[in-house]
């Protein structure tokens, strides 16, 4: 094994990374190489000081600080998630007055029947602790966001 | 009922947050430990701390919980700190023909020294090792910090940097080498 191969594995060699072949050679190689075993003894004290670094204490008031930040995010994602359903609420209405009037287009004896009193729902979604259900509204067309408590469903 | 479900998934999320924050409150302090030793001063590791956690919370869904936490919090605290080592080198090197081009360009130039300056300062006070680490290139600096200072093994390390077994056995040696020569020019090891 040349000391350039030697060298190259030296530091997977001082980990115990390298594969029994690999060590056996480099290791034969050192044993014969004094510039390749002192690289390997500064590698080894390089490798020791660094694993001797002190574990550093956190400042104070770091986790109150990164709970908030947290908490923060998650509030974004709450309010951002409302318009974005009431979007595909809306796509939904709008799809759903499409098909009606193709219907009625093609055959005029099938005249769509009155909108059910119930409108469906198009999403759910809760902001800032209450729960609001998207739905449609299907005389006016437009999304209403109401609370899911609002009438008792 | 669907009120019930509705309250579930309100439930289901506050759990969420919950078990967010009791993983972050376990892993905080080595966290910390890991991001002062990849940025090196407190200041910039609490921002990087700060943003990983952020980050590790946006994409909480994707956790893996069979595996440790702190691997896939590594795995983002790593991609963070490489990117902005990447952008801060991009901002140093920008070209000066494209000046003027765009009148709404506000030419502001980084100051690079001041901060190395003050990272240097703060570093120099606590070890002369931490001073050769943040001198380090990123990509090694990395790979050496989570292999001697958390310990992992370098399938890992290979994991946390995205890369291969390979990659990160010439990582770790090239960043020992680089760590020797920084700490030889200063005058050795000696603390």
Same mark, same amino acid.
């Given at each position: 094994?040349?000391?350039?191969?030697?060298?190259?594995?030296?530091?997977?060699?001082?980990?115990?990374?390298?594969?029994?072949?690999?060590?056996?050679?480099?290791?034969?190689?050192?044993?014969?190489?004094?510039?390749?075993?002192?690289?390997?003894?500064?590698?080894?004290?390089?490798?020791?000081?660094?694993? @001797?670094? !002190? =574990?550093?204490? #956190?400042?104070?008031?770091?986790?109150?600080?990164?709970? &908030? $930040? +947290?908490?923060?995010? *998650?509030?974004?994602?709450?309010?951002?998630?409302?318009?974005?359903?009431?979007?595909?609420?809306?796509?939904?209405?709008?799809?759903?007055?499409?098909?009606?009037?193709?219907?009625?287009? @093609?055959? !005029? =004896?099938?005249? #769509?029947?009155?909108?059910?009193?119930?409108?469906?729902? &198009? $999403? +759910?979604?809760?902001? *800032?602790?209450?729960?609001?259900?998207?739905?449609?509204?299907?005389?006016?067309?437009?999304?209403?966001?109401?609370?899911?408590?609002?009438?008792?469903? | 009922?669907?009120?019930?479900?509705?309250?579930?998934?309100?439930?289901?999320?506050?759990?969420?947050?919950?078990?967010?924050?009791?993983?972050?409150?376990?892993?905080?302090?080595?966290?910390?430990?890991?991001?002062?030793?990849?940025?090196?001063?407190?200041?910039?590791?609490?921002?990087?701390?700060?943003?990983?956690?952020?980050?590790?919370?946006?994409?909480?869904?994707?956790?893996?919980?069979?595996?440790?936490?702190?691997?896939?919090?590594?795995?983002?605290?790593?991609?963070?700190?490489?990117?902005?080592?990447?952008?801060?080198?991009?901002?140093?090197?920008?070209?000066?023909?494209?000046?003027?081009?765009?009148?709404?360009?506000?030419?502001?130039?980084?100051?690079?020294?001041?901060?190395?300056?003050?990272?240097?300062?703060?570093?120099?006070?606590?070890?002369?090792?931490?001073?050769?680490?943040?001198?380090?290139?990123?990509?090694?600096?990395?790979?050496?910090?989570?292999?001697?200072?958390?310990?992992?093994?370098?399938?890992?390390?290979?994991?946390?940097?995205?890369?291969?077994?390979?990659?990160?056995?010439?990582?770790?040696?090239?960043?020992?080498?680089?760590?020797?020569?920084?700490?030889?020019?200063?005058?050795?090891?000696?603390?």
């Amino acid at each position: 094994m040349t000391c350039v191969r030697a060298g190259q594995g030296l530091s997977a060699y001082v980990d115990g990374e390298l594969s029994g072949r690999e060590a056996l050679a480099v290791r034969a190689h050192v044993a014969q190489c004094p510039q390749c075993a002192a690289e390997r003894d500064r590698l080894i004290e390089i490798k020791q000081a660094l694993e @001797a670094m !002190p =574990s550093l204490e #956190p400042p104070p008031g770091l986790e109150a600080r990164l709970k &908030a $930040a +947290v908490r923060a995010e *998650a509030a974004t994602r709450r309010q951002t998630r409302v318009p974005a359903l009431a979007g595909i609420g809306a796509c939904a209405v709008a799809g759903a007055a499409l098909a009606m009037i193709a219907l009625a287009n @093609a055959d !005029p =004896s099938r005249r #769509p029947l009155a909108p059910v009193s119930q409108p469906p729902i &198009a $999403a +759910v979604d809760s902001v *800032a602790d209450q729960a609001y259900v998207i739905g449609s509204d299907p005389l006016g067309g437009a999304t209403p966001v109401l609370p899911a408590s609002f009438g008792g469903r | 009922m669907l009120s019930t479900w509705v309250k579930g998934l309100v439930r289901e999320r506050e759990d969420r947050t919950a078990l967010f924050e009791r993983l972050m409150g376990d892993t905080q302090r080595q966290a910390y430990n890991m991001a002062y030793r990849m940025a090196g001063n407190a200041s910039d590791a609490e921002d990087l701390l700060q943003e990983t956690y952020v980050r590790a919370f946006r994409f909480f869904h994707r956790y893996d919980e069979a595996l440790p936490f702190t691997s896939w919090l590594y795995r983002i605290m790593t991609n963070i700190q490489i990117d902005s080592a990447r952008r801060k080198s991009r901002l140093k090197t920008v070209s000066l023909d494209a000046a003027g081009h765009d009148e709404s360009r506000a030419w502001e130039f980084p100051d690079p020294e001041a901060k190395a300056d003050a990272a240097l300062m703060e570093a120099t006070l606590a070890e002369p090792l931490q001073v050769g680490l943040s001198a380090m290139t990123p990509e090694f600096r990395t790979a050496v910090v989570l292999a001697d200072i958390e310990g992992l093994s370098y399938e890992e390390v290979a994991e946390a940097m995205d890369t291969s077994v390979g990659t990160v056995r010439s990582r770790i040696h090239r960043g020992r080498k680089q760590l020797r020569c920084f700490l030889e020019r200063q005058g050795g090891l000696a603390q």
